[in-house]
């Protein structure tokens, strides 16, 4: 198989992004789990299943092994939400990264994209969804037409991902595999969105979908199916059947190569092989080569304990870097063999000082920038390092890796020295000269200076950095209390404006290229926790959170929009590369040390997961780039 790749340039602004077949792919040969359903026609033969021209994946060079199709792994999820990190794992996207990351075709046979502007998607003929229904351009006329124009359905309009200055994008189906999106400027977030971890979705399955849409059912049929699933109302009952990344209604039609046959709620999802998955291998081999995936939901700190028992075929959610020398210890009792990616986060823990906060006096603390340059002088990095792992991390910012293009050391280590004289220095320099008795500084309300930092109290190693930055930030006079709340609660919290400050990873992608682009760098999401209602303004073209009121803040978006309507690359870098200087210059997050080991349980009889990798989430999909669906077991 070859990928082939034509990058734009100023004098041709046109990039084919296209996957060839090899001359004389091998003969398709029928799956062994499918044989008797075949001969008793209740299947089609597999030449009917996968498209004309299926994605063929060369395994030799990805240095991977033919498989042998059959058999099932494993692995486990701390709660049920958790299944939908199955979307994730499988990555089937219509464009994906590879392990190059960089953008390839996957679902779609080939993409034009022209100047960034126009970006015409060709389907493969005769793909299917997983109920073996066409999956063609009908379907993304209905998620266009029908639900992303939908005022119930989306009353902010479209995703924002799909807006170009606010401008929607023209969406033509010239044929039953064509499906062409348009601006009049360029929009090169477009085909990273639908290539992320979690995608921009662009199409649905309509065949299924219109039963639940009130354009297209019965409404007395619909009123019935609301009542019965307890839903509020038919958006709510659609809302619920719909979502493609969840995997949590097995009756939803999908292009993965597993699919959930599990209702909830359970403690045992099992997803089963997708007779219509369009990726081939070069022996003419349907994928995936495992039958079946099995999610197990077990208490999410039992998870490295039976990780360590070899309850786990593929295991890395639920574990941590200082599970490594209790499952090192279990390797040969267990069957499996530990292997250590390193994460690609800007920082393994990055406090989020909340701009947008409501209340008034830390409003104002966390917007000045020598408090948050305070603050970070204040943390002994290297203490962490060696005290929580062992000296194994990289003490800095919360940045992009030294792998990145992008990277500086200068504005990796800037305001991330311990400097306690200098810490002490700006936080007398903004007025909190005043102190109680025990030292404390005084905000200028009079109370003391006692940050509250909210955790969701899912990763211990947080707790473990907290103390030991309580412990430093005491030094200042600073006195920092946790509080901890289930995930959902603490990031409605933060999005609220009631939380300070905040304890999370640092940035998802720290191997920001231009091909990914900068999009974490600017306040554009209110996932982004030290501005979310900025982040909720844009989402929202303004009819939520925040307009950036902070010249910093209006600064980034300038530079985002700037670099999304350039097609010029030398400035598109330069753009970047100011806007992570930036990012460290106002120390719009805090970080302490990157490059942190992750451990990765793999059973011995798991064959294809490489020996060395990176454990990404967007771009990566942590397993996702990979390809699962070529790992295999010996069925036997």
């Given amino acids: ?52 021209a299926p994605l063929v994946v060369d395994l030799a060079a990805e240095k991977k092994e033919p498989g042998k199709p059959g058999g099932e792994i494993s692995w486990m999820a701390g709660r049920a939400r958790d299944i939908r990190i199955m979307n994730t794992y499988s990555y089937a996207r219509l464009v994906g990264y590879g392990p190059d990351f960089q953008l390839h075709p996957d679902i779609l046979q080939s993409v034009d994209v022209d100047g960034e502007k126009v970006f015409t998607l060709h389907l493969r003929p005769g793909h299917k969804w997983s109920d073996g229904q066409p999956f063609t351009s009908d379907d993304f006329r209905y998620f266009w037409e029908d639900v ?34 348009s601006w009049s400027k360029p929009n090169p977030d477009f ?45 709510a ?11 949590a209604n097995p009756d939803l039609p999908v292009l993965e190569p597993w699919v959930n046959t599990t209702k909830a709620p359970a403690e045992r999802f099992v997803f089963v092989r997708n007779p219509y998955y369009h990726r081939v291998d070069g022996q003419g081999r349907q994928l995936p080569y495992l039958d079946r ?70 409003r104002t603390l966390n917007r000045d920038v020598r408090f948050r340059r305070a603050l970070s002088l204040g943390i002994d990095r290297d203490e962490i390092n060696q005290t929580v792992f062992f000296g194994q991390a990289r003490p800095g910012q919360n940045t992009v890796l030294p792998e990145s293009p992008y990277y500086d050391e200068a504005l990796a280590t800037e305001w991330a020295q311990l400097d306690l004289d200098k810490a002490n220095a700006l936080l007398d320099e903004i007025g909190l000269t005043k102190r109680d008795g025990d030292g404390t500084r005084l905000m200028p309300n009079g109370k003391r200076l006692e940050i509250v930092v909210e955790s969701a109290g899912e990763r211990s190693q947080e707790a473990d950095i907290l103390q030991l930055v309580r412990e430093s930030w005491a030094k200042l006079g600073v006195a920092l209390h946790t509080a901890q709340s289930q995930r959902d609660v603490f990031l409605q ?59 910093f803040g209006q600064k980034l978006m300038a530079l985002y929009g700037e670099w999304r309507g350039t097609t010029d690359a030398a400035r598109r870098d330069a753009i970047i590369r100011e806007m992570v200087k930036i990012q460290a210059d106002e120390v719009t997050s805090i970080g302490t040390v990157q490059g942190v080991l992750q451990p990765v349980v793999v059973k011995s009889r798991l064959h294809n997961v490489p020996e060395k990798g990176i454990f990404s989430w967007d771009p990566g999909a942590h397993f996702g780039i990979y390809r699962p669906d070529t790992f295999w077991v010996d069925p036997s």
């Fill in 148 to 181: 992303s124009l939908d005022k119930e359905l989306m009353p902010y309009g479209p995703d924002a991902r799909l807006l170009v200055d606010g401008e929607m994008p023209k969406v033509e189906f010239p044929d039953a595999q064509t499906v062409r999106y």
């Fill in 293 to 362: 995936v099995i999610v197990n939901v077990v208490e999410g700190s039992l998870i490295p304990a039976k990780a360590g028992t070899g309850e786990a075929d593929l295991q890395a959610r639920g574990l941590r870097f200082d599970n490594i020398s209790f499952l090192k210890a279990g390797e040969q009792q267990g069957g499996y063999k530990v292997r250590l990616w390193p994460t690609a986060l800007g920082s393994e823990v990055a406090l989020y000082p909340n701009l947008n906060c409501n209340d008034p006096d830390w």
């Fill in 493 to 551: 919290r933060i999005f609220a404006g009631d939380t300070v400050m905040s304890v999370w990873t640092g940035w998802d992608n720290g191997l920001i290229t231009p091909t990914t682009g900068p999009s974490q760098l600017a306040p554009v999401d209110q996932n982004w926790l030290q501005y979310p209602k900025w982040g909720q303004y844009v989402q929202t073209a303004g009819a939520a959170g925040e307009k950036p009121d902070v010249e």
């Fill in 237 to 247: 009952l659609y809302t619920q059947r719909s979502k493609l990344i969840d995997s």
């Fill in 1 to 52: 198989m070859t990928w082939i790749l034509r990058l734009a340039t100023a004098a041709a602004a046109a990039v084919v992004l296209s996957v060839a077949i090899p001359a004389g792919a091998a003969a398709l040969v029928e799956t062994p789990m499918y044989e008797p359903d075949v001969a008793a026609g209740k299947l089609p033969p597999v030449a009917e299943r996968v498209p004309q």
């Fill in 191 to 235: 085909l990273p969105s639908i290539a992320g971890a979690a995608p921009l979705y662009i199409f649905a399955p309509a065949h299924y979908l219109k039963k639940f849409h009130k354009k297209y059912a019965d409404a007395a049929a619909i009123e019935a199916m609301v009542k019965e699933a307890g839903a509020r109302n038919w958006v």
